[in-house]
C-alpha cells in the first residue's frame, strides 16, 4: 500500500496531539490526505481510496495510499471519472483495516487536506461506520492557506492552483496523486505560513473561519454505552427502524448492511437519536428491496426523523373529463373518476399548467372553464386564432373531439413529449414553406419552453409507458433474489424469489389487468421512481412479460440468473 517515494525520517507512531498546538510551525509534522468517493451524498457516500504523505520541514516524505472496500456496488459513472473499478474495491481491504492505519499516521500531526470539510466529513463518517473513533486532529485547508497567501491565484481547485504556483499536476482524481499534488502546494505555501504564524495553533488561526467553524462544528457524537443495542442487526440489505421508549417509529433507514449503516446515524446526532432507545430490522434480499420497503413504510408512518418520501402533496394530475360536449384540460392534485382521460402523475402543478395552457393553446380548445356561456362574437383566444370558438354555438362537437383526441394521443404511448416536440416541428416546416416566418418563429419559441417542460415532468410517464417486466435483484454478496413485477412502471408484486410453481402463479397473477385506464396514485409516485432508477442504474436480470412467457422459460430465466451470480 505505500508508493516506492522513500522515507527520510522514521514515522513515530501512537502519539496523541497534546502540546501539539503549542509546537513550532517549522518543527510540526504535517499530513496531506485525499479521498476518493462513491460519489453518492449524505449517509450513502462510502470511502473508496485513501491516499496520504508526511511532509516535514517544508519536504516530502514517506506516502501511503490504499484502494478500500465499499458496501455499495459502484456506479459506472463515477468508475469512469475515478478510474477506480467495481473490481479493484472488491479486492480491497476492509475499511476498519486501512483507518487503523491511517490513524497511526496521523497521531501527533496536523491534517492537511484541500477542501477540508469534505475529506474530513468523509472520514469522520467512515471511521465512525468502522466504530473507530476518529482523533480530531488540527486541520489545515489548502483552500484557505491559497486564499490568505496566493491571493492572485484566481481559480482554487487543486490542479490550477498548483499550476499557478508552478507545480507541474501529472493525474487527478485519484487519492495519491492529489495528496501528493496537495503536499507539494502546502510547501509551496510553507514559508509565508512559517513568516506569519510561530505556532501550530497561531496557523490554525490564520486560517480559520469563526463564523464557519461555529456553523458547521459537527454534534459530539453519543457513545456506545448510551446507545440502543445494535449487536442484533445483520450485515445483510433490509430497513431498520429506530424507535422510543414507547416503540413509536422514530427514523427508518436503509441499507446494504443494516449493522455498520445504522451505526453511523451516532456519529453527528440528529434530533431524534438522543430518544432512540429500541432498533429492529426487516430484512430484504437486495438493494432494491430495502429501498422499496424503507418507503414504504415512511409513507405508512411517517416518522419525525425522516425528512424525505413523506409528502406526495406536490404531485398533480392533467385531466380531462369527458362528460361535457366541450371538454377542457384541467390539472388537479386526483385523478378524474369516471369517463375521463388522466395524465401524470406530474412533479410540478405549475409546470403541469403550463403544459395544458400550450396544449389548449396549440390545438386551439377551449382556454374557459367547464361552463360555456353562448357568445355573439368570438372571445380574445378565438381573435388570435387560439380557440376554435365552441362559444359561438356553430361548432360540431365531433370535430372539437378530434381536437382534443389529437392533443391526448401524445401521452397514450412512450415518448410523449418526443411525439409532441414532432407535431411542432412538422407545423414549422409548413410555415416556413408557406413564408409565415412570423409564425414559425412563435412556435420556434413554442418547442424551446414546452422541451423544458416536459423534460422535467416526462420521468413517471416514461416509467409507466414501459413493456411489463419481472425483474430480479441479487444480494451483494449471498446468491439470494429479490423478484419484482413491474407493470405500467408499477410495482405489482415483490418479494424473494420463490420456487418454480409459485413464481407462475404470482406472474400470471401480476398481468391481470384492471378493466379501464389506469392511474399511478401519488402515493406510489416516489416508488415508481425508486424502481425505474434502481433498474436503469444497475442493469440487473429481467424478462419482458409481453408476450406472457411460459412457465419453462420463467424456470430458464430464474435458473440462468442465479447460474450467472454464482
Not at 479521498?35 to 516530502?60: S, Y
Not at 420521468?459 to 407493470?487: I, M, N, Q, S, Y
Not at 412467457?549 to 447460474?563: Q, Y
Request: aromatic letters at 6%; glycine letters at 6%.
Amino acid at each position: 500500500m505505500t508508493s516506492p517515494l522513500q522515507s527520510v525520517r522514521p514515522a513515530r507512531l501512537h502519539r496523541s496531539f497534546v502540546g501539539l498546538r503549542d509546537q513550532p510551525v517549522a518543527e510540526a509534522e504535517f499530513l496531506a490526505v485525499d479521498t476518493e468517493t462513491n460519489g453518492l451524498a449524505g449517509d450513502l457516500c462510502e470511502l473508496t481510496e485513501v491516499g496520504a504523505v508526511l511532509v516535514g520541514g517544508g519536504e516530502l516524505h514517506e506516502t501511503f495510499d490504499s484502494v478500500v472496500r465499499t458496501e455499495r456496488p459502484l456506479s459506472r459513472g463515477i468508475q469512469r471519472f475515478t478510474g477506480i473499478t467495481q473490481a479493484m474495491v472488491d479486492a480491497a481491504p476492509p475499511p476498519r483495516e486501512v483507518l487503523e492505519e491511517l490513524h497511526e499516521l496521523l497521531a501527533g500531526r496536523v491534517l492537511i487536506a484541500h477542501s477540508a470539510r469534505f475529506d474530513t466529513r468523509v472520514l469522520r463518517q467512515a471511521f465512525e461506520r468502522c466504530g473507530l473513533d476518529w482523533p480530531k486532529p488540527p486541520v489545515l485547508c489548502t483552500v484557505q492557506l491559497a486564499r490568505r497567501f496566493a491571493p492572485l491565484a484566481r481559480k482554487r481547485a487543486l490542479a490550477p492552483l498548483a499550476d499557478s504556483l508552478g507545480i507541474e499536476v501529472t493525474e487527478v482524481h485519484r487519492a495519491l496523486p492529489d495528496a501528493l499534488t496537495c503536499a507539494r502546494v502546502f510547501c509551496a505555501l510553507f514559508p509565508r505560513v512559517c513568516a506569519n504564524a510561530v505556532s501550530v495553533a497561531d496557523a490554525l488561526d490564520l486560517v480559520r473561519s469563526r463564523r464557519r467553524a461555529r456553523k458547521t462544528e459537527p454534534a459530539e457524537r453519543i457513545p456506545p454505552s448510551e446507545r440502543p443495542d445494535l449487536s442484533t442487526l445483520p450485515d445483510d440489505p433490509g430497513v431498520y427502524i429506530f424507535r422510543d421508549e414507547r416503540g413509536r417509529p422514530l427514523y427508518v433507514g436503509k441499507s446494504v448492511s443494516l449493522r455498520s449503516r445504522a451505526r453511523a446515524h451516532f456519529c453527528a446526532p440528529a434530533g431524534w437519536t438522543e430518544r432512540a432507545a429500541i432498533v429492529d430490522y426487516r430484512p430484504t434480499n437486495s438493494e432494491l428491496g430495502a429501498l422499496v420497503l424503507e418507503n414504504r413504510l415512511i409513507k405508512q408512518w411517517k416518522p419525525a426523523g425522516n425528512v424525505k418520501l413523506k409528502r406526495t402533496d406536490r404531485y398533480c394530475y392533467l385531466r380531462c373529463r369527458l362528460d361535457i360536449p366541450y371538454p377542457v384540460l384541467e390539472v388537479a392534485s386526483e385523478p378524474a373518476p369516471g369517463h375521463a382521460v388522466n395524465v401524470g402523475p406530474l412533479g410540478s402543478r405549475s409546470l403541469a399548467t403550463e403544459l395544458a395552457d400550450q396544449l389548449t393553446s396549440l390545438y386551439r380548445l377551449r382556454h374557459c372553464g367547464r361552463t360555456l356561456k353562448t357568445r355573439e362574437n368570438p372571445s380574445v383566444y378565438g381573435q388570435m386564432g387560439r380557440c376554435v370558438s365552441p362559444c359561438l354555438g356553430d361548432l360540431d362537437p365531433n370535430a372539437y373531439r378530434r381536437q382534443l383526441d389529437l392533443a391526448l394521443a401524445h401521452f397514450e404511448r412512450p415518448g410523449a413529449g418526443e411525439a409532441l416536440l414532432d407535431e411542432i416541428d412538422s407545423r414549422m416546416r409548413e410555415a416556413a414553406v408557406e413564408r409565415r416566418y412570423e409564425r414559425a418563429a412563435a412556435l420556434l419559441r413554442r418547442r424551446e419552453r414546452l422541451a423544458w417542460v416536459l423534460e422535467r415532468l416526462e420521468g413517471v410517464l416514461r416509467a409507466t409507458h414501459a413493456a411489463p417486466r419481472v425483474v430480479l435483484a441479487k444480494h451483494p454478496v449471498k446468491e439470494r433474489f429479490d423478484v419484482l413485477w413491474l407493470v405500467r412502471g408499477r410495482l405489482v408484486d415483490w418479494g424473494p424469489l420463490p420456487g418454480h410453481s409459485e413464481l407462475v402463479e404470482r406472474t400470471e397473477a401480476a398481468l391481470v389487468r384492471p378493466a379501464g385506464r389506469t392511474v399511478v396514485p401519488v402515493d406510489e409516485v416516489d416508488e415508481v421512481r425508486i424502481v425505474a432508477g434502481w433498474v436503469a442504474d444497475n442493469e440487473p436480470p429481467e424478462l419482458p412479460l409481453d408476450p406472457p412467457p411460459s412457465a419453462p422459460a420463467l424456470m430458464r430465466f430464474a435458473a440462468t440468473a442465479a447460474s450467472a451470480a454464482a
